[in-house]
């Protein structure tokens, strides 16, 4: 028989989920909550489900002292969830880079249309979160009718900074295994979000 992957309970919701669906913390030396997002830092660990709000009800009902059975430094909410933004950004921005440096990447609004329009194998379409309106609705709705899942994130300076150029409102990724890890990464973000890096469904689709 198969191994049961091991199950834990959400400090929020008090659901439960294997340790892989579940954001991991664990205690600093110095007593403060820290979000482990690869759950491969040393000692005993804490959960909540990639929400703000579970984050936001371990925080209010001090979940956190509870779970680790000592001491811990206040944590603020804010702090915290800025935090873990900002760890989750990071990893998307990782595979982002490292699809880049394996020539996974197509970049610019024209190009990444022409890739989507001809087939070429595109898996995963990035639309900035500050690029124009008419650019990316022709791009969501391509994306939509190629059926490639589409995603807004960061802003044209970051993503075009990720791939070492200038502004780039518009990045596909090509299938293959960077798809698949970006698309758990983005996912988990929009989750947290309730709403932010969703997947982008053009309504005319």
């Known amino acids: 028989m198969p191994r049961l992957e091991p199950l834990r309970t959400c400090l929020g919701c008090r659901g439960e989920k294997t340790k892989r669906e579940l954001l991991r913390y664990v205690l600093d030396p110095a007593g403060v909550v820290v979000p482990d997002l690869q759950a491969k830092l040393p000692g005993r660990g804490a959960y909540t489900c990639y929400r703000r709000g579970c984050v936001e009800a371990a925080v209010q009902r001090r979940q956190?002292?509870?779970?680790?059975?000592?001491?811990?430094?206040?944590?603020?909410?804010?702090?915290?969830?800025?935090?873990?933004?900002?760890?989750?950004?990071?990893?998307?921005?990782?595979?982002?880079?490292?699809?880049?440096?394996?020539?996974?990447?197509?970049?610019?609004?024209?190009?990444?249309?022409?890739?989507?329009r001809k087939?070429?194998?595109?898996?995963?379409?990035?639309?900035?979160a500050d690029v124009s309106p008419e650019i990316g609705e022709k791009v969501i709705f391509?994306?939509?009718?190629?059926?490639?899942?589409?995603?807004?994130?960061?802003?044209?300076?970051?993503?075009?900074?990720?791939?070492?150029?200038?502004?780039?409102?518009?990045?596909?990724?090509e299938g293959g295994g960077f798809v698949a890890s970006l698309l758990n990464e983005l996912n988990r973000y929009g989750n947290f979000l309730d709403g932010g890096a969703v997947d982008e469904q053009d309504p005319r689709v």
């Open 64 to 116: 956190f002292a509870r779970a680790f059975r000592c001491e811990v430094k206040d944590v603020a909410l804010q702090e915290l969830a800025t935090q873990i933004l900002e760890r989750m950004e990071e990893r998307i921005a990782s595979y982002l880079a490292l699809a880049n440096k394996a020539g996974k990447i197509v970049s610019g609004s024209d190009m990444v249309m022409e890739a989507v």
């Open 119 to 128: 087939g070429r194998g595109v898996g995963l379409v990035m639309v900035a």
């Open 142 to 173: 391509l994306a939509g009718r190629a059926g490639i899942p589409c995603f807004r994130f960061l802003d044209k300076d970051k993503i075009g900074g990720l791939l070492g150029k200038g502004m780039r409102s518009v990045v596909a990724v």
